[in-house]
């Protein structure tokens, strides 16, 4: 690979960093070409980028790119394949859990960097579970309206209750 290719690949990586700054890195080093294959059109269709990248090529483009990605790179040995995301945060890692069903060990997760949050190791479980930030803040605003509405209810209920009394009392004074 020339240096203008080299950083040609390092302008690229780093302008899809900027539309899609969420980044898992996985192992997928022991997997036959079928295989990959299979995990590219996975990707495809999960609407995931999956790049293979040299790891001293994805360090320039990190340090290049917006937020603190060095904490991710202890992650950045051996071989490296690359998963890009913006919205689905959980997308690659369901998408890794579903293609190692059947005990296959890899693509094996070594890490991910997400809304400025750092995951190293193989823990895709915790990943998978994993929810957006439009989805807790959707959460927290549930929850700080709840306690509103019951009170709003409970008034609206006692008001029906004091008139409901006031109106039998009248009947029975009649």
């Not at 509103?148 to 609206?156: D, G, P």
């Amino acid at each position: 690979m020339t240096k203008e290719e080299k950083f040609q690949l390092v302008q690229e990586v780093g302008e899809t960093l900027k539309s899609k700054p969420n980044v898992y890195v996985a192992d997928a080093g022991g997997l036959n070409s079928s295989q990959v294959s299979d995990l590219r059109r996975a990707c495809f269709d999960a609407g995931i980028e999956m790049r293979v990248v040299k790891n001293a090529l994805l360090v320039k483009a990190l340090d290049a790119a917006e937020g603190d990605y060095s904490p991710l790179y202890p992650a950045l040995k051996q071989q490296s394949s690359v998963f890009f995301v913006n919205e689905d945060i959980t997308g690659p890692a369901k998408l890794l859990k579903a293609f190692r069903k059947g005990g296959k060990e890899l693509p094996r997760l070594k890490g991910a960097y997400i809304d400025e949050a750092v995951f190293l190791g193989d823990d895709i479980n915790a990943l998978t579970e994993l929810k957006s930030k439009d989805v807790l803040l959707g959460e927290l605003i549930g929850l700080l309206q709840s306690p509103i509405k019951n009170l709003l209810s409970q008034l609206n209920s006692g008001a029906n209750t004091i008139t409901g009394v006031l109106k039998t009392l009248e009947k029975k004074g009649e």
